[in-house]
């Protein structure tokens, strides 16, 4: 991968932890938040956002054409979009091991997500929650 | 004189007045900024709504927006590659705020894709979509400011963008089961 596509990777990966707990926060999606206040996710997207955009729009370089096609900023989103999800959901389930799991009627679905962590979620799946 | 041109002259004409507005039009102008914007806006979407049915109305406007977006890109890619229309500095000198691009200037893949987001979301979200319009105008102005497009580039890359959203919101539906089994696996991962 090439020095512009693992910036690019790098920009989109950090501005995505950003959104999702932005996301977390609205949808009080307990699963997702890595913070027990919602302020402190407000907080963290806000910086997340501002330090990736900030960073990555500084260099002139950016204003350079195209670098990357739309079929490559696609698929890089995606990956990194989907890499900011993993981490995020494995940080919450880390830093929230220790809480119990809270009852949930819902048997799957986001809103799971509302009351357990994703590996509380896992663990019910099968039977072991 | 074409009005092409002269619709172009127009606004490539401001450029270099007034340094803030350079930056902002170059800012707009720029290949990754409402792109990224506005797939972030989609990431978010995908998890949000209040009950069940209005997230899976959000996840259906997600997979409309992504698949236009696909399918707008490889249209573009195949209209580049049958027509090679030169850009405005090749023909004229004009005010570049950007480095020249090599490729086609017609469509506009930049004002195809931000018509993609705006038109796809207003589809299913209408206030959403509405305002997205604002930003996918002044991309396409900014093209023109920053003097890589002609207006009928910007034209058409919006007609394009429109079309073919409004093409994938009405063949997504035909494409059942598969956004139904889509999200039921996304649900079975707790991840829609």
């Given at each position: 991968m090439d020095r512009f596509a693992l910036e690019y990777s790098l920009f989109v990966f950090v501005a995505c932890l950003g959104v999702l707990q932005i996301a977390a926060a609205r949808n009080r999606l307990e699963g997702l938040s890595?913070?027990?206040?919602q302020g402190w996710s407000y907080l963290f997207a806000t910086l997340a956002l501002v330090f990736s955009f900030g960073w990555f729009f500084?260099?002139?370089?950016?204003?350079?054409?195209?670098?990357?096609d739309g079929w490559e900023q696609l698929l890089l989103f995606g990956l990194s979009s989907l890499f900011a999800l993993a981490l995020t959901l494995a940080l919450a389930s880390a830093l929230k091991a220790n809480k119990p799991a809270t009852p949930t009627t819902?048997?799957?679905?986001?809103?799971?997500l509302q009351k357990l962590t994703y590996l509380q979620a896992l663990r019910r799946k099968r039977g072991l929650g | 004189m074409t009005v092409d041109w002269a619709i172009f002259s127009w606004f490539n004409g401001?450029?270099?007045?007034?340094a803030f507005l350079d930056e902002i039009m170059k800012l707009l102008g720029n290949e990754y900024l409402l792109p990224v914007s506005l797939s972030l806006v989609l990431l978010g979407l995908w998890f949000s709504g209040a009950s069940r049915e209005q997230r899976e109305k959000n996840q259906r406007a997600v997979f409309s927006t992504v698949l236009s977006l696909g399918i707008t890109n490889g249209l573009i890619k195949v209209l580049h590659a049958l027509y090679f229309r030169p850009r405005p500095f090749a023909a004229q000198e004009v005010n570049l705020l950007?480095?020249?691009?090599?490729?086609?200037?017609?469509?506009?893949n930049l004002t195809a894709v931000a018509f993609v987001f705006a038109f796809s979301l207003w589809l299913s979200h209408r206030k959403m979509g509405t305002a997205l319009f604002l930003p996918a105008i002044l991309v396409a102005a900014g093209r023109m400011y920053v003097g890589v497009h002609y207006p009928t580039d910007v034209i058409a890359g919006a007609l394009l963008g429109i079309l073919v959203s409004y093409g994938c919101f009405r063949l997504l539906p035909l494409l059942e089961p598969l956004p139904t089994l889509a999200l039921r696996w996304g649900r079975k991962m707790y991840l829609a």
């Open positions: 890595l913070f027990p206040r500084s260099s002139q370089s950016r204003y350079q054409s195209p670098l990357l819902s048997p799957d679905g986001l809103e799971v | 401001l450029a270099g007045k007034y950007f480095p020249p691009p090599a490729d086609s200037s017609f469509p506009s």
